[in-house]
């Protein structure tokens, strides 16, 4: 994971991985660390997941995005690399308040990476561009 997040919640994760590939489930106690660290957004995001809601966008030349369909039924563009949402409460809780580290879409992204439960869609250049632009046009 290529992402700026505090040492702590880039060992949960990691562990989260691990076990999930050893026993193909997450014990309680990494649920719990997932709760102290995520607070409010941990529940969500795991339900996320468990609706296999993430979407791995792919272009031909390896450009990556992913695509996470809220509870809203709207779909939120999330880049892992720089752990960004589209998403209001991403801008509102994370960045304007820093009240969080992430949005529930985001965690949901680095959980279903972890799980191996991310859907994956392959598109072509001109499509991950229209993708990219259109969440501008929805922001501005």
Known sequence: MDSTLPAVAEELLKEIKKAFQETSHVPDDL????KFIFGPS??????????RSVTRVVSPSGRTAYQVLGTSGKLYT???SCHFCTCPAFGFTV???SESLLCKHILAVYLSQAMGACQELTVSEEQLTSILLAEEEDEG
Do not use: T
């Open 42 to 51: 941990a529940v969500p995001a795991l339900d996320l997941v468990d609706q």
């Open 78 to 80: 999330c880049y892992s």
């Open 95 to 97: 960045l304007q308040k």
């Open 31 to 34: 649920l719990l660390g997932l």
